[in-house]
């Protein structure tokens, strides 16, 4: 009789001891190196502006309605010299359909650009490869939908001071665009092995930035300012002669 009731016991035990080791690894996270940040300063008026930015990016660079409507700016907050909201260092948008090339998310793309404006020999920075790459540390890259973790991971690998990103992966997700569901924070926790660490600002100026993402997969929604849907009915095409580049 003694055997029956040892093994259930046992199991019990190491029920409890299963069920508690998952609720420590929720309830007790390892440090995340946003725990160790320095206060942040910058006036969310400033962030505004800058998300803002990566929106214009888009009509900037293609069109206000590309289909993969990833923009990001990447922005020098510590050289406030021709203005207090910082210096824009380079920005893109998402280039995969332009290049054939699936990593060229627009957070990816931006850094390539950076990489080529902080090492070119006749521009302003001039910097060696190694000093371009200690430079990552000073900048902060805005991007208007949270970055999927290929990009999370480059932003670590970057070094970046800041990530600050608008529409959520969720958002996207809800919106009908197919994700990894491995959110930034996540990628940003798990990486704190790295000697850099980077702020991490989620859903600032969502309302702004969702709408960028909201036409693709809902006919009914309305096409981005300087855009109409097509003859299908299906995408959103620019209305050529209203935009400031026809003027
Ligand atoms: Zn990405």
Redesign the pocket.
């Known amino acids: 009789m003694l055997y029956p009731l040892l093994i259930l016991g046992l199991l019990l035990l190491a029920l409890i001891h299963l069920t508690h080791g998952q609720s420590h690894r929720h309830t007790h996270p390892v440090q995340t190196s946003q725990q160790s940040l320095s206060q942040d300063t910058i006036p969310f008026e400033t962030r505004v502006y800058w998300m803002r930015r990566a929106n214009a990016a888009l009509a900037e660079l293609e069109s206000p309605c590309p289909f993969g409507a990833?923009g990001s700016v990447v922005v020098n907050h510590t050289d406030t010299s021709s203005d207090p909201k910082g210096k824009l260092v380079c920005m893109s948008i998402n280039q995969s359909m332009q290049k054939g090339n699936p990593t060229l998310?627009?957070?990816?793309s931006a850094i390539n650009n950076c990489s080529g404006i902080l090492t070119d020999p006749n521009g302003e920075y001039k910097l060696s490869a190694s000093e371009a790459l200690k430079a990552f540390s000073t900048l902060s890259l805005y991007t208007n939908a949270e970055?999927?973790?290929?990009?999370?991971s480059?932003i670590r690998w970057s070094g970046f001071a800041e990530c600050i990103y608008g529409t959520s992966i969720e958002s996207l997700v809800e919106k009908g665009w197919g994700q990894i569901l491995i959110y930034s924070d996540e990628v940003f926790e798990e990486s704190t092995k790295l000697p850099s660490m980077t702020r991490l600002i989620p859903n600032v100026l969502a309302n702004e930035t969702d709408p960028f993402f909201s036409w693709q997969f809902d006919p009914q929604y309305p096409c981005p300012e300087g855009c109409h849907r097509s003859g299908d009915g299906k995408g959103c095409r620019e209305i050529w002669g209203t935009t400031n580049r026809e003027l």
Request: one cysteine or more; glycine letters at 8%; a negative charge.
């Open positions: 990833f998310h627009g957070e990816i970055p999927c973790p290929m990009c999370a480059a």
